[in-house]
Every structure is written in C-alpha cells, then in structure tokens.
T-cell receptor
Framework: DTAVSQTPKYLVTQMGNDKSIKCEQN?????MYWYKQDSKKFLKIMFS???????INETVPNRFSPKSPDKAHLNLHINSLELGDSAVYFC???????????FGPGTRLTVT | GESVGLHLPTLSVQEGDNSIINCAYS??????FIWYKQESGKGPQFIID?????DKRQGQRVTVLLNKTVKHLSLQIAATQPGDSAVYFC??????????FGRGTSLIVHP
C-alpha cells in the first residue's frame, strides 16, 4: 500500500487555468506538507498543516490555496496558473511537526 | 562533492568505494538533522537522522557525522553500489516548525 499518494502524477495545462493536486497519507500522521522542487532540485516548503490546522505558510502567492478536509488529506489548489509555476510538487507527511518526513511520488506540473 | 553555484554539486565514485557527502548548515539552534535520498522520478526518501546531542550515528552501510562547532554534517556510504546513485539532501529542523533542506548533492556511482 502506498504511504503517501498524490494525484495526478503529471499535469499539463495552459496559463490562466485553475488546477488542483490531491494528496492522501495512510500512515496516521498528524502533519502534512507541500513542497515545490524546481529544475535545479531545490526543495522549498510551501505549506504545512498539523491536525488540519495551518502551521507553516511560506511566502507563496495567494493563488496557491491548501485545503485539509481531514488529517489524512492535504490538497493544493492553484488559481490563474503562470509559467513560473511549472515544477514538481511534493506532498509529505510526518508523525509530528518536528519529525522525519515521508514524501509522495510528486506531481510534475507543466504550464504552457 | 561541494560547490557553490547554480549547478547541483556532483560526486562521482566507483562501485565499491566509500562515499562522503557533505552539508553545511547555518542555524546554530537546529537540533535535529536528517538525510534524504531522492532517486530519479521519485520523492525524497528518509535515510538516517541524528539529534544534536550526538555526533555520530550508524545505520546499514550509512553513517552520519555531526560537527556542531563548525555546523557541518556528513553522510558516509560504505561500499557504494549503483543503486546508491541519487540526489542526497540534508535537512535541519530548529526551533521553528520550518524544515530547511540543503542544496542537494548528486551521487553518481560508476560500475
């Protein structure tokens, strides 16, 4: 069974569109994250939720909105997509907010 | 295996050699450090961690060394295998909730 899963794996869309990426973890963890990885492999945290509450919100444009319907899910909605949003987005979870993280397989977003 | 710049630092080794991947951190308040391995097309995977009250921790074929004086972390991989080829990240967590990832080092193992 996949511990942290993301859908879709690939997402190709045009500028200006709105899209969502879903994430689910079946590890029973309290904390979930979204990361953006650029073409140079730099990993930058975007958001973190602990028990459905937002605890990290880095300097991310407000076109990006995370939603956590329950502690096993953290979805990422992106409005008005721009070319610079093209990247690989990783969801992760951890037992608590100061523990090691378990990453999903990533979603490669390409904005044309 | 270290460089500063736009390109991912790369370490090339022969199969069977030992590999050492280095990481410098800046936050003296960081008290928990983790190494991750990211294979091509996959998400980062936890390898080993170390807390600031230790200076060495060993796993299976991997050893992490922590030098708090100079804020330096290293990952040693014994008898490197082709399957070890990946990008390796160090991460630190300090007083805040924000985990900070290092730049990443690409390890290439030649058979």
């Amino acid at each position: 069974d996949t511990a942290v899963s993301q859908t879709p794996k690939y997402l190709v869309t045009q500028m200006g569109n709105d899209k969502s990426i879903k994430c689910e973890q079946n590890l029973g963890h309290d904390t979930m994250y979204w990361y953006k990885q650029d073409s140079k492999k730099f990993l930058k945290i975007m958001f973190s939720y602990n028990n459905k509450e937002l605890i990290i919100n880095e300097t991310v444009p407000n076109r990006f909105s995370p939603k956590s319907p329950d502690k096993a899910h953290l979805n990422l909605h992106i409005n008005s997509l721009e070319l610079g949003d093209s990247a690989v987005y990783f969801c992760a979870s951890s037992p608590g907010h100061r523990d090691e993280q378990y990453f999903g397989p990533g979603t490669r977003l390409t904005v044309t | 295996g270290e460089s500063v710049g736009l390109h991912l630092p790369t370490l090339s080794v022969q199969e069977g050699d030992n590999s050492i991947i280095n990481c410098a951190y800046s936050n003296s308040a960081s008290d928990y450090f983790i190494w991750y391995k990211q294979e091509s097309g996959k998400g980062p995977q936890f390898i080993i961690d170390i807390r600031s009250n230790m200076d060495k921790r060993q796993g299976q074929r991997v050893t992490v060394l922590l030098n708090k004086t100079v804020k330096h972390l290293s990952l040693q991989i014994a008898a490197t295998q082709p399957g070890d080829s990946a990008v390796y990240f160090c991460a630190e967590r300090g007083g805040s909730y924000i985990p900070t990832f290092g730049r990443g080092t690409s390890l290439i193992v030649h058979p």
